[in-house]
C-alpha cells in the first residue's frame, strides 16, 4: 500500500509543503493562469444508488480541493440514466455529501437540466458531419468494434448525408421509433487504438419517465457525451474522476474540442479499494434486495449511511482519506486503516463508560447490606476538559464473565479464588468462592473489599496488576448491544479466483446481539450524536431504532485489531 500524506507546512524553517499530484497540478495551473487562477471542482454522482467508503475518498478530495485552494466546488447529479434512478437516491446522497463535510452552496446541478443545451450541441455535431444516426442494435455495435489488433468496422449508416441524421434525430426526439432501434454515435476512427474513439454512442432511444423531466425526452445522452458538456456548462476548473475514466480523457477532450467550448481539465485518481467489503452497487443492491443485510443502512455495509448508523464520524472517514492519500496508480487499502482512523478520532472525542456485555454477579461479601456510594469517574482522559462524573456502587455488582476463571493459568491477572484485583474507580477485591447453578456455570462470584483502597488505590503502597470494569446492580440499565464486526470473512470476497460466489464469503459472525448488557445509569440520557468508549470493550453509539423502552447501542470498531490475529493463523 502506498500511503501519501500531506503535511502541514512548517511556518518556522520555512519549510515547502508536500503535496500530492493533483495539488500540484492546481497549483502550477493558477501560476500560469490557466484557468484566471480559478479553482473550480465538483461531485457527479449518478442517482442510481447510495454513496459507499469508496464515494467519500472523492467527495472529500474534490471538495478539499476547492476549500484549500479558496474555489468552488458543486453537487452535479448525473441523472442521464432514468430506467434506474430514484429520488430517493437523490436525497440520500445529497445528506451523506452534507454529512461529510462538503459545501456546495447554491450550486446544486442536475445533468438533466442541461438536456436541452446537449442536444443543440449534438446538433452541432451532425452539422459538421462529426456526427451519425446509426441502425446497429447495442449487440451489433460491440461486434463490430473490433479488437486491439483488428480495426473495427464501419457501420453501413456512416456516411448518411448531414439532412438525412438531423431529420433522423429529431424523429429519435420525438418518439418515432422503438427503443434501441436507433442511436447517435459520433464520427471518430474506427480503427483507433482506444475502444472509446471508434465512433461510440452519444444518445440511445430510452422511452421511459425521468425523475425531473417526466415523459418530455425519448432519447437520453450517455455519460461519455454528457459529462464533459456539464463540466464546460458549469465553469468547472478541475474535473477529478477515478482513474477507471482516464482512457475516457480522449473522448472528453474530443467532443470539447470538436464544438469549440470552455475546457475543463479531466484528471483521474486511484479509486478506493477496501479490504473485507465490496464496491460495487449492484452487488450492494443484491445484499439488500435479497436480505442479507438490513437496508442499506445496515451497519456492516460499507455505506455511508450504513457506516454514519454504526456511529462513525464524519471526522474519522475524512483522516482516513487523508492517511491513505492520493495516488495514481490502483491498490487496495486495509480494512484496518480505517478503523484505526476512527479509534484515532473517537479516543480524543468519545467519553468513557463502564458496561458489561456478558454480566455474571461478583458479591461483596463484607460490604454493608443496603449502602450504594458514589465514585469519582473520569470522563475522558485524553481530554481534561471532559471532566469527571459519579458512578454509583454497590455491594452487589455486575461484571465481565471473562474476568473470573476458577482454575486460572499463571499469567491471569484478574479474578480467580484467592487474588486480589482493582474494581475500577473503586476498590481493591479479593476473590473467596464463587456460585454455580445445576449445569456448572459460574453465576456469582464473591469477594471481600478493602475499604482503605477507596478510588483504587492503596495506602500501604502495595500494587496489583489486574484492574477490571464493573456496574452496580441495583442502579445498573439494561440495553441491548448488536456487535457488528467485517460483513465478510476474507479480504477479497470478489476476488475472480475465489472458488465461489462473493456471498459465499459473508462473515456469519458480523452481527451478534447480546440483550441485557448492563450499563451506567447515565446512558439513560445518550444521544444519535454521542460517542462512548465502553472502557475495556470498545467504542459505541445509540442505534437509530433506541427508544427509551428498549435502549440499543451499536459496536463501533473494538479497542484494537483483532483480525491481524486472525489473518496471521
Known amino acids: 500500500m502506498s500511503v501519501e500524506s500531506k503535511p502541514e ?3 518556522s524553517s520555512k519549510e515547502p509543503r508536500s503535496l500530492h499530484f493533483i495539488e500540484q497540478i492546481i497549483e502550477h495551473d493558477n501560476e500560469t493562469g490557466r484557468f484566471g487562477g480559478r479553482v473550480h471542482t465538483r461531485f457527479p454522482p449518478e442517482p442510481n444508488g447510495y454513496l459507499h467508503i469508496g464515494h467519500a475518498k472523492a467527495i472529500v478530495l474534490s471538495s478539499g480541493m476547492a476549500k484549500e485552494f479558496g474555489g468552488k466546488f458543486n453537487l452535479r447529479f448525473d441523472d442521464t440514466n432514468p430506467a434506474k434512478e430514484d429520488v430517493e437516491y437523490v436525497e440520500s446522497i445529497k445528506e451523506d455529501a452534507k454529512w461529510l463535510g462538503a459545501d456546495w452552496e447554491d450550486r446544486l446541478f442536475f445533468a438533466s437540466d442541461y438536456f436541452e443545451q446537449m442536444y443543440e450541441y449534438a446538433v452541432q455535431l451532425i452539422k459538421k458531419g462529426k456526427a451519425y444516426v446509426c441502425d446497429l442494435t447495442a449487440d451489433q455495435i460491440r461486434e463490430t468494434r473490433g479488437t486491439p489488433t483488428v480495426p473495427g468496422t464501419p457501420s453501413p449508416w456512416r456516411d448518411r448525408s ?8 429529431q424523429r429519435m426526439r420525438d418518439g418515432e421509433f422503438p427503443d434501441g432501434s436507433k442511436t447517435l454515435r459520433a464520427k471518430i476512427d474506427m480503427a483507433s487504438p482506444n475502444f472509446n474513439m471508434r465512433d461510440p454512442v452519444m444518445y440511445r432511444i430510452v422511452r421511459a419517465p425521468h425523475h425531473r423531466q417526466g415523459n418530455k425526452w425519448n432519447i437520453y445522452p450517455m ?29 472528453y477532450d474530443w467532443f470539447l474540442d470538436e464544438l ?11 479509486r478506493l479499494n477496501l479490504t473485507y467489503t465490496i464496491m460495487s452497487k449492484r452487488k450492494l443492491l443484491e445484499l439488500v434486495k435479497n436480505n442479507h443485510v438490513d437496508g442499506w443502512d445496515d451497519p456492516r455495509m460499507p455505506t455511508i449511511c450504513g457506516l454514519r448508523r454504526r456511529g462513525y464520524t464524519p471526522e474519522a472517514i475524512r483522516l482516513f482519506c487523508k492517511t491513505i492519500g492520493v495516488a495514481k496508480f490502483n491498490s487496495t487499502i486495509d480494512a484496518t486503516v480505517l478503523e ?8 480524543k472525542k468519545a467519553l468513557r463508560r463502564m458496561a458489561v456485555i456478558d454480566p455474571i454477579k461478583l458479591v461483596i461479601d463484607n460490604y454493608p447490606e443496603d449502602q450504594v456510594e458514589t465514585l469519582t469517574a473520569i470522563n475522558n482522559p485524553e481530554n481534561e476538559a471532559d471532566g469527571t462524573r459519579e458512578v454509583p456502587f454497590s455491594k452487589v ?5 471473562e474476568d473470573f476463571m476458577e482454575d486460572a493459568p499463571k499469567k491471569y491477572f484478574r479474578l480467580t479464588p484467592g487474588k486480589e484485583v482493582r474494581l475500577r474507580y473503586a476498590y ?8 454455580k447453578d445445576e449445569n456448572g456455570n459460574v453465576v456469582e462470584v464473591h ?43 476474507v479480504p477479497n470476497p470478489d476476488d475472480p479466483q475465489n472458488a465461489g460466489d462473493y456471498k459465499d464469503y459473508l462473515n456469519p459472525d458480523s452481527l451478534k446481539v447480546v440483550q441485557n448488557a448492563k450499563v451506567e445509569p447515565s446512558l439513560a440520557e445518550a444521544t444519535l450524536d454521542d460517542r462512548f468508549q465502553f472502557e475495556r470493550v470498545g467504542y459505541f453509539a445509540l442505534d437509530k431504532s433506541s427508544t427509551p423502552e428498549k435502549i440499543v447501542f451499536n459496536r463501533i470498531v473494538s479497542l484494537r485489531d483483532s483480525w491481524s490475529k486472525v489473518a496471521k493463523k
Open 162 to 169: 448531414i439532412e438525412e441524421n438531423l431529420d433522423l434525430f
Open 260 to 270: 469549440g467550448v470552455y475546457h475543463p481539465q479531466q484528471i483521474e485518481f486511484a
Open 447 to 489: 469477594c471481600d473489599y478493602d475499604p482503605e483502597t477507596r478510588g483504587g488505590q492503596s495506602s500501604d503502597g502495595r500494587k496489583v496488576q489486574g484492574t477490571i470494569h464493573w456496574v452496580a446492580a441495583p442502579t445498573a440499565l439494561d440495553v441491548e448491544v448488536r456487535l457488528y464486526d467485517r460483513l465478510f470473512s
Open 9 to 11: 507546512a512548517n511556518e
Open 340 to 347: 484505526n482512523s476512527v479509534r484515532e478520532d473517537l479516543n
Open 397 to 401: 455488582l455486575y461484571i465481565e464473565r
Open 428 to 435: 481493591y477485591v479479593t476473590c473467596k468462592s464463587c456460585v
Open 223 to 251: 455519460y461519455d457525451w454528457a459529462h464533459g458538456l456539464e463540466d464546460s456548462i458549469e465553469g468547472i476548473t478541475h474535473s477529478i474522476c477515478t482513474l477507471e475514466f482516464e482512457h475516457h480523457r480522449p473522448l
